[in-house]
């Protein structure tokens, strides 16, 4: 249970500078990073525009939780403040998938239950693992090519670098 997937974002203020935050949180566990993208708000639209990378990480000494954790420690070290559901935010670590763990627990559930509907997701793990395949949903190429195309074309890959 060490290897897992994680999907990064941020809309407020130094929103490289936040992704990259969230990647110094999981050195040297970091296995490989997407590019970066810009995506239009999900859930709540009324606000800036995300930037959005997914990685996979793997360290044999944390499990589904400390994935969690971690994410949660670069979201608070970012000043993330958590007043409106699917709000804007500095920075967003969502736990993805983890070894396909699928506990059922309120506080992580996994596979992440907005994965299948979310191109900001989608679109960057296609890029990092075309053969992936989201636990309980099938290949993610799959489940992008049932987005609509206009969804899909809203995740632009920026030239910005996060390594």
Same mark, same amino acid.
């Given at each position: 249970?060490?290897?897992?997937?994680?999907?990064?974002?941020?809309?407020?203020? @130094?929103?490289?500078?936040?992704?990259?935050?969230?990647?110094?949180? +999981?050195? %040297?566990?970091?296995?490989?990073?997407?590019?970066?993208?810009? *995506?239009?708000?999900?859930?709540?639209? @009324? &606000?800036?525009?995300?930037?959005?990378?997914?990685?996979?990480?793997?360290?044999?000494?944390?499990? =589904? /939780?400390? /994935?969690? !954790? $971690?994410? &949660?420690?670069?979201? &608070?070290? #970012?000043?993330?403040? !958590?007043?409106?559901? /699917?709000? %804007? !935010? *500095?920075?967003?670590?969502?736990?993805?998938?983890?070894?396909? +763990? $699928?506990?059922?627990? %309120?506080?992580?559930?996994?596979? =992440?239950?907005? *994965?299948?509907?979310?191109?900001?997701?989608?679109?960057?793990?296609?890029?990092? @693992? %075309?053969?992936?395949?989201?636990?309980? =949903?099938?290949?993610? #190429? $799959?489940?992008?090519?049932?987005?609509?195309?206009?969804?899909?074309? $809203?995740? !632009?890959? *920026?030239?910005?670098?996060?390594?």
């Amino acid at each position: 249970m060490s290897r897992a997937v994680l999907s990064l974002g941020s809309n407020l203020g @130094d929103r490289l500078g936040y992704l990259r935050l969230a990647l110094d949180a +999981v050195r %040297p566990a970091l296995v490989a990073v997407s590019s970066v993208y810009e *995506t239009k708000a999900w859930g709540v639209e @009324d &606000q800036p525009d995300f930037l959005n990378a997914v990685c996979v990480v793997d360290d044999p000494a944390r499990d =589904h /939780w400390a /994935w969690l !954790r $971690t994410g &949660q420690a670069a979201e &608070q070290a #970012a000043g993330r403040v !958590r007043e409106l559901r /699917w709000g %804007p !935010r *500095t920075l967003d670590v969502d736990v993805v998938t983890v070894d396909g +763990v $699928t506990p059922d627990d %309120p506080e992580l559930l996994l596979p =992440h239950p907005g *994965t299948p509907d979310r191109a900001s997701v989608l679109v960057p793990w296609a890029e990092l @693992d %075309p053969a992936a395949v989201l636990p309980g =949903h099938g290949p993610i #190429a $799959t489940l992008l090519a049932a987005r609509p195309a206009a969804e899909v074309a $809203t995740a !632009r890959r *920026t030239a910005l670098e996060l390594s």
